[in-house]
Protein backbone atom coordinates (compact mmCIF):
# COMPACT_ATOMS: atom_id res chain seq x y z
CA UNK A 1 0.00 0.00 0.00
CA UNK A 2 0.96 3.29 -0.43
CA UNK A 3 3.28 5.03 2.85
CA UNK A 4 5.10 8.25 3.47
CA UNK A 5 8.37 7.90 5.34
CA UNK A 6 9.85 11.48 6.59
CA UNK A 7 12.81 12.46 8.90
CA UNK A 8 11.76 12.05 12.38
CA UNK A 9 12.85 15.12 14.72
CA UNK A 10 13.02 17.33 16.94
CA UNK A 11 15.23 19.09 13.94
CA UNK A 12 16.84 22.43 15.71
CA UNK A 13 18.39 25.02 13.38
CA UNK A 14 19.84 28.53 14.19
CA UNK A 15 17.61 31.47 12.72
CA UNK A 16 19.04 32.16 8.94
CA UNK A 17 20.33 28.28 8.27
CA UNK A 18 19.23 26.68 5.75
CA UNK A 19 16.32 23.78 5.69
CA UNK A 20 15.70 20.14 4.30
CA UNK A 21 13.34 18.06 5.60
CA UNK A 22 13.17 14.61 3.79
CA UNK A 23 10.33 13.05 2.66
CA UNK A 24 9.97 10.07 0.84
CA UNK A 25 7.32 7.71 -0.30
CA UNK A 26 6.14 4.52 -2.12
CA UNK A 27 2.97 4.83 -4.07
CA UNK A 28 1.43 2.29 -7.04
CA UNK A 29 -0.03 5.21 -9.30
CA UNK A 30 1.51 8.75 -9.76
CA UNK A 31 0.05 10.41 -6.28
CA UNK A 32 -0.07 14.46 -5.74
CA UNK A 33 2.52 15.23 -2.50
CA UNK A 34 1.65 17.59 -0.11
CA UNK A 35 3.45 19.62 2.54
CA UNK A 36 1.11 20.59 5.69
CA UNK A 37 2.04 22.73 8.25
CA UNK A 38 0.80 22.94 12.28
CA UNK A 39 1.38 26.31 14.26
CA UNK A 40 1.64 25.53 17.64
CA UNK A 41 -2.69 25.15 19.05
CA UNK A 42 -3.83 25.31 15.46
CA UNK A 43 -4.98 22.73 12.61
CA UNK A 44 -2.56 21.93 9.68
CA UNK A 45 -2.06 24.11 6.60
CA UNK A 46 -1.50 23.07 2.84
CA UNK A 47 2.32 25.15 2.58
CA UNK A 48 2.74 23.74 -0.69
CA UNK A 49 1.54 20.75 -3.25
CA UNK A 50 2.89 19.21 -6.80
CA UNK A 51 0.73 16.89 -8.36
CA UNK A 52 3.04 15.68 -11.29
CA UNK A 53 6.59 14.44 -11.29
CA UNK A 54 9.43 17.35 -11.95
CA UNK A 55 6.90 19.66 -10.83
CA UNK A 56 8.09 22.25 -7.98
CA UNK A 57 5.61 23.33 -5.39
CA UNK A 58 6.61 26.36 -3.68
CA UNK A 59 5.22 29.10 -0.84
CA UNK A 60 6.48 31.40 2.22
CA UNK A 61 9.85 30.50 1.08
CA UNK A 62 9.84 26.74 0.93
CA UNK A 63 10.27 24.46 -2.17
CA UNK A 64 9.86 20.63 -2.90
CA UNK A 65 10.13 18.97 -6.02
CA UNK A 66 8.28 15.87 -6.80
CA UNK A 67 11.41 12.94 -7.95
CA UNK A 68 10.04 10.21 -9.51
CA UNK A 69 13.37 8.88 -9.49
CA UNK A 70 13.83 8.36 -6.28
CA UNK A 71 10.29 8.65 -4.79
CA UNK A 72 10.93 11.75 -2.50
CA UNK A 73 9.37 15.57 -1.99
CA UNK A 74 12.21 16.86 0.41
CA UNK A 75 10.96 20.32 1.68
CA UNK A 76 13.94 23.22 1.95
CA UNK A 77 14.22 27.07 2.37
CA UNK A 78 17.05 28.94 2.29
CA UNK A 79 16.98 30.80 5.46
CA UNK A 80 14.83 29.80 8.40
CA UNK A 81 12.77 32.26 10.69
CA UNK A 82 11.79 31.62 14.36
CA UNK A 83 8.30 31.90 13.17
CA UNK A 84 8.84 28.73 11.17
CA UNK A 85 9.09 26.53 14.11
CA UNK A 86 6.04 24.55 13.94
CA UNK A 87 5.29 20.76 12.57
CA UNK A 88 5.96 19.86 9.20
CA UNK A 89 3.56 16.70 7.52
CA UNK A 90 4.93 15.23 4.41
CA UNK A 91 1.43 13.43 2.67
CA UNK A 92 0.44 12.07 -0.80
CA UNK A 93 -3.03 11.20 -2.09
CA UNK A 94 -4.06 8.88 -5.72
CA UNK A 95 -7.41 10.48 -5.34
CA UNK A 96 -7.85 8.40 -8.71
CA UNK A 97 -7.48 4.68 -6.85
CA UNK A 98 -8.60 5.29 -3.07
CA UNK A 99 -9.10 8.33 -2.38
CA UNK A 100 -7.36 8.85 1.12
CA UNK A 101 -4.84 11.09 1.52
CA UNK A 102 -2.04 9.72 3.64
CA UNK A 103 0.20 11.78 5.83
CA UNK A 104 3.40 11.14 7.75
CA UNK A 105 4.12 10.80 11.41
CA UNK A 106 5.43 14.80 11.42
CA UNK A 107 8.23 16.52 11.51
CA UNK A 108 8.95 19.22 14.82
CA UNK A 109 11.13 22.07 14.02
CA UNK A 110 12.46 24.11 16.25
CA UNK A 111 14.07 27.80 14.67
CA UNK A 112 16.22 29.35 17.96
CA UNK A 113 16.59 33.37 17.44
CA UNK B 1 -7.87 30.34 4.08
CA UNK B 2 -10.01 27.68 4.12
CA UNK B 3 -13.38 28.37 5.50
CA UNK B 4 -14.05 25.43 7.71
CA UNK B 5 -15.43 25.59 11.82
CA UNK B 6 -14.74 23.75 14.92
CA UNK B 7 -16.13 24.37 18.05
CA UNK B 8 -15.41 24.25 20.83
CA UNK B 9 -11.98 24.97 21.05
CA UNK B 10 -11.15 23.67 23.60
CA UNK B 11 -13.01 21.62 26.70
CA UNK B 12 -12.47 19.93 29.56
CA UNK B 13 -15.42 17.47 30.85
CA UNK B 14 -15.68 15.11 33.71
CA UNK B 15 -16.02 10.99 32.89
CA UNK B 16 -19.35 9.74 31.56
CA UNK B 17 -20.58 13.17 30.01
CA UNK B 18 -21.60 13.05 26.26
CA UNK B 19 -20.05 15.39 23.84
CA UNK B 20 -20.15 16.30 20.77
CA UNK B 21 -17.57 18.24 18.69
CA UNK B 22 -19.33 20.80 15.52
CA UNK B 23 -17.58 21.28 12.26
CA UNK B 24 -19.24 23.07 9.50
CA UNK B 25 -17.84 23.97 6.33
CA UNK B 26 -19.14 26.77 3.67
CA UNK B 27 -16.68 25.62 1.04
CA UNK B 28 -19.27 22.97 -0.43
CA UNK B 29 -17.29 20.14 0.00
CA UNK B 30 -18.90 16.70 -0.34
CA UNK B 31 -16.12 14.88 1.42
CA UNK B 32 -15.36 15.54 5.28
CA UNK B 33 -13.12 14.07 7.95
CA UNK B 34 -12.40 13.83 11.33
CA UNK B 35 -8.57 12.85 12.45
CA UNK B 36 -7.34 12.08 16.13
CA UNK B 37 -4.08 13.02 16.66
CA UNK B 38 -1.58 12.25 19.60
CA UNK B 39 0.58 14.58 21.36
CA UNK B 40 3.21 12.95 19.98
CA UNK B 41 2.21 14.71 16.27
CA UNK B 42 0.54 11.37 14.33
CA UNK B 43 -2.71 12.04 12.87
CA UNK B 44 -5.07 8.97 12.96
CA UNK B 45 -8.48 8.64 10.14
CA UNK B 46 -11.33 7.85 12.26
CA UNK B 47 -14.11 8.92 10.67
CA UNK B 48 -15.06 10.26 6.86
CA UNK B 49 -17.91 10.94 4.74
CA UNK B 50 -18.59 11.14 0.93
CA UNK B 51 -21.66 13.29 1.03
CA UNK B 52 -24.87 13.38 2.83
CA UNK B 53 -26.09 10.27 4.19
CA UNK B 54 -22.86 8.85 4.98
CA UNK B 55 -20.56 8.04 7.10
CA UNK B 56 -17.38 5.55 7.06
CA UNK B 57 -15.29 4.60 9.59
CA UNK B 58 -11.28 4.95 9.30
CA UNK B 59 -8.46 3.39 9.83
CA UNK B 60 -8.28 4.00 13.64
CA UNK B 61 -11.04 2.58 15.85
CA UNK B 62 -13.05 4.94 17.70
CA UNK B 63 -15.67 5.15 20.22
CA UNK B 64 -16.90 8.21 18.70
CA UNK B 65 -19.74 8.61 15.91
CA UNK B 66 -20.54 10.65 13.60
CA UNK B 67 -23.57 12.27 11.11
CA UNK B 68 -23.92 13.63 8.34
CA UNK B 69 -27.18 15.40 7.93
CA UNK B 70 -26.19 18.50 5.79
CA UNK B 71 -23.68 19.13 3.17
CA UNK B 72 -21.99 21.68 5.72
CA UNK B 73 -22.40 19.56 8.79
CA UNK B 74 -20.18 16.73 10.30
CA UNK B 75 -21.00 16.46 14.46
CA UNK B 76 -18.56 14.01 16.13
CA UNK B 77 -20.16 12.45 19.13
CA UNK B 78 -18.51 10.98 22.20
CA UNK B 79 -21.98 8.98 24.17
CA UNK B 80 -19.70 8.49 27.64
CA UNK B 81 -16.32 10.08 27.83
CA UNK B 82 -13.27 8.79 29.43
CA UNK B 83 -9.91 9.84 29.80
CA UNK B 84 -8.43 7.91 27.12
CA UNK B 85 -10.63 10.11 24.83
CA UNK B 86 -8.29 12.83 25.53
CA UNK B 87 -6.48 14.24 22.47
CA UNK B 88 -6.80 16.91 19.64
CA UNK B 89 -9.82 16.43 16.94
CA UNK B 90 -9.17 17.63 13.83
CA UNK B 91 -11.95 17.99 11.01
CA UNK B 92 -11.09 18.67 7.17
CA UNK B 93 -13.02 18.29 4.35
CA UNK B 94 -12.34 18.05 0.62
CA UNK B 95 -14.04 18.17 -3.16
CA UNK B 96 -15.25 14.57 -3.91
CA UNK B 97 -12.72 14.23 -6.92
CA UNK B 98 -10.02 16.90 -5.61
CA UNK B 99 -6.61 16.54 -4.02
CA UNK B 100 -6.07 18.96 -1.47
CA UNK B 101 -7.77 18.81 1.73
CA UNK B 102 -8.43 21.41 4.44
CA UNK B 103 -8.52 21.72 7.83
CA UNK B 104 -10.23 23.45 10.97
CA UNK B 105 -8.31 24.98 13.67
CA UNK B 106 -8.76 21.61 16.09
CA UNK B 107 -10.93 20.72 19.33
CA UNK B 108 -8.62 20.19 21.73
CA UNK B 109 -10.74 17.29 24.28
CA UNK B 110 -9.56 16.69 28.58
CA UNK B 111 -11.44 14.01 29.81
CA UNK B 112 -11.19 14.34 33.71
Known amino acids: GNSVTQMEGPVTLSEEAFLTINCTYT??????LFWYVQYPGEGLQLLLK?????DKGSNKGFEATYRKETTSFHLEKGSVQVSDSAVYFC????????????FGKGTRLHILP | EADIYQTPRYLVIGTGKKITLECSQT?????MYWYQQDPGMELHLIHY???????EKGDLSSESTVSRIRTEHFPLTLESARPSHTSQYLC???????????FGEGSWLTVV
Open chain 2, 92 to 102: ASSELSGNTIY
Open chain 1, 27 to 32: ATGYPS
Open chain 1, 50 to 54: ATKAD
Open chain 1, 91 to 102: ALSEWDRDDKII
Open chain 2, 27 to 31: MGHDK
Open chain 2, 49 to 55: SYGVNST
